[in-house]
């Protein structure tokens, strides 16, 4: 069977499945389980396939078709330019948290070194990785569950010297004392509600739901990491968080309650607000 063939089969079962990227999705199954590369699709010079490789790709599309997460399937995905491996049990990279990036790294480069930052919740250490290359930060990571940890572990070992994971629980930390004062702590806190999960996309039941679930009203942790927190941070010092679509308003009340200063609101790409930066004053 000819590339070009599977290729144009591939898309029809993944579209017939509900699956809307289909076209894009399929690229990129073919890309990893093929070696086949966009421009050999698009220009049509296809060579063929042995029966073995077809088998790798066509289980990876059922698997796709029963709505698992494309980038469980491939073992990886990319944010701010790096590829961090994920799988079951972390939370996948996604652009909106890209926008905590964006927000943090001018007030951290203009902070005098070394600069110590802590990432809380974090998962598979893609905000963690991106601040301490980008920031010329070291990072404390910290992530409380050992599935999403040892991803953690992996993605700090393959793509940041300057990260240390942390197994700990942000909201309950048993190695609090022993860390050190920071200029920044950066957290994506699970702030989805129980109504919010039921109703997101197919693909999200594959995903932790401790890493999504925030409580009955998705606050449950913005109303625990600042005030705790607070105290690592040092005076002038940034706490900037990611927040649910409508949470914006209640967490700046939250933090102007634990006397944080100069709190600001930040949007997406879809002029969401998404990250609420705080400072220490």
């Known amino acids: 069977m000819e590339m070009n063939d599977i290729y144009r089969e591939l898309k029809w079962r993944l579209k017939e499945a509900g699956i809307p990227a289909y076209p894009l999705e399929a690229r990129l199954l073919m890309q990893k389980f093929l070696g086949v590369t966009p421009e050999t699709l698009l220009g049509g010079n296809a060579e063929g396939v042995t029966p073995a490789e077809a088998q790798r790709l066509w289980v990876a599309a059922e698997e796709r078709m029963k709505r698992r997460p494309l980038q469980y399937i491939l073992g990886e995905w990319e944010f701010y330019g790096r590829s961090y491996r994920v799988g079951d049990g972390v939370l996948i990279p996604r652009p909106d948290t890209e926008v905590l990036c964006d927000v943090t790294l001018p007030f951290l480069k203009e902070r005098p070194a070394p ?28 992530e409380k569950y050992p599935e999403a940890y040892a991803y953690l572990e992996e993605n700090c070992r393959t793509l940041s010297k300057r990260v240390t994971p942390v197994l700990d629980d942000a909201a309950a930390p048993v190695h609090w004392r022993s860390m050190p004062r920071c200029d920044l702590i950066t957290a994506n806190p699970p702030y989805l509600t129980g109504a919010e999960l039921d109703d997101l996309q197919p693909e999200v039941a594959f995903e932790p739901r401790d890493a999504l679930y925030g409580g009955p009203d998705g606050l449950g942790f913005y109303r625990v990491l600042p005030q705790l927190w607070k105290q690592k941070l040092v005076q002038g010092g940034m706490l900037a968080m990611e927040v649910g679509a409508g949470q914006a308003d209640a967490v700046v009340r939250l933090l102007s309650e634990d006397g944080y200063q100069k709190i600001r609101t930040h949007s997406d790409l879809n002029h969401i607000p998404r990250v609420v930066t705080a400072v220490n004053g």
Request: charged share 20%; glycine share 10%.
């Open 115 to 142: 600069r110590v930052v802590c990432d809380l919740c974090s998962g598979s250490g893609c905000v963690a990785v991106t601040l301490a290359e980008e920031g010329d930060a070291h990072v404390y990571a910290v």
